[in-house]
């Protein structure tokens, strides 16, 4: 994606857990975002909330914002069914009627709407649904466990436990310790930041483990893919996405993502989150009947503990799990990457020896 100036809309939502494409995107393109719509938060900074972006503004309306000079108005938020909130349908229009380009991840297409695509017509104005995944995905054959790249996988215990962010961090940390590697974004949020990827959320059925074959073969000649995971395999709405993108790119090594101190899945208090390793045993045997895997190492969103309670943390889940545990963003990626090396050191023993 080409450099934006970038108003994040996140009405009523700004936070770590309630917009998680507004802080992504504030956290990895904090020059491309100029200011928050957020009226309950206006005149604060989005710092004040999120430990990020201490020269962004939060601002009541677009209309504010044009001070900025946006070129772009983002949808900063991803709820639960994917449609436009009707709360958001001023802002939308308002920053169409100031000639802004529209960025959104959700389901519901804003191309698809007729009144916001003939405002945007009007105005010659582009609406950019990044969800909207291309023509002629095929079912999976299976093929991705026959290339030659290193693929690891993000797998968590809920939704919004920081899969995309471990993937991301990892990937990077991977590059500089000198792996041919690419983050791989199969979420909204994700191709935003990235710049390219599908959407496996919005596929058919039968088809999101094509998407996700697809985008291991796209990328097989690089020698690592850090694949970003979705939902979780015991969410009631979301465990068929987790179960398919884990059978398409058939990843020979697991990463468990986990939100310390969250005991059920998000809103379902009848369904409590199980031991982490029992998690670890049921992800590596669905993942079995299609490609051997371990899970390698366990990431911890430590976002509600300062670095004291997170580093406890981290070393409890440790010794509970005998796996190397880290906050990659309190923390850094290290052991996370040294895992990966330690998985394939075949593939790795020649450069890390002329590394050091």
């Not at 009848?270 to 982490?276: K, M, R």
Request: positive net charge.
């Amino acid at each position: 994606m080409n450099a934006r100036r970038m108003v994040v809309l996140a009405e009523g939502k700004f936070g770590v857990f309630t917009s998680k494409t507004a802080v992504c995107l504030i956290r990895y393109k904090p020059d491309e975002v100029v200011a928050v719509i957020d009226s309950t938060k206006a005149g604060k900074k989005a710092s004040d909330f999120i430990s990020l972006g201490e020269n962004i503004p939060i601002m009541s309306s677009v209309k504010e914002s044009l001070q900025f000079s946006p070129d772009t108005l983002v949808i900063g938020i991803a709820p639960t069914g994917g449609g436009l909130p009707d709360s958001y349908r001023k802002h939308v229009f308002d920053a169409i009627e100031a000639g802004l380009d529209i960025l959104s991840g959700l389901h519901t297409f804003l191309a698809d709407d007729p009144e916001i695509s003939a405002a945007a017509k009007k105005r010659n104005v582009k609406l950019l649904d990044v969800r909207r995944i291309p023509d002629g995905i095929p079912c999976s054959e299976n093929l991705a466990r026959n290339t030659k790249c290193l693929r690891v996988h993000t797998v968590g215990t809920d939704c919004n436990v920081g899969k995309m962010l471990v993937a991301y961090e990892v990937a990077v940390a991977a590059r500089k310790a000198g792996w041919d590697a690419k983050f791989i974004a199969t979420g909204q949020t994700g191709i935003m930041i990235e710049g390219d990827g599908i959407s496996v959320d919005r596929a058919i059925g039968d088809f999101v483990s094509g998407v996700a074959e697809k985008l291991v073969l796209d990328n097989a000649h690089r020698e690592l893919l850090v694949i970003e995971g979705q939902g979780t395999l015991i969410h009631p709405s979301y465990s068929g996405v987790t179960l398919s993108l884990l059978h398409g790119c058939a990843p020979q090594a697991l990463i468990m993502c986990h939100h310390a101190g969250r005991k059920h899945i998000g809103h379902h208090t009848n369904i409590p989150i199980p031991a982490l390793s029992e998690m670890v045993k049921f992800y590596e045997y669905a993942a079995s009947f299609v490609n051997p895997t371990k899970v390698i190492t366990v990431a911890l969103n430590c976002a509600d503990y300062d670095l004291s309670r997170a580093r406890e943390e981290v070393e409890k889940v440790q010794k509970k799990t005998g796996l190397p545990t880290t906050d990659v963003i309190k923390f850094g990626c290290e052991k996370i990457v040294s895992a990966i090396e330690r998985f394939r050191p075949q593939s790795k023993s020649r450069k890390v020896a002329q590394r050091k």
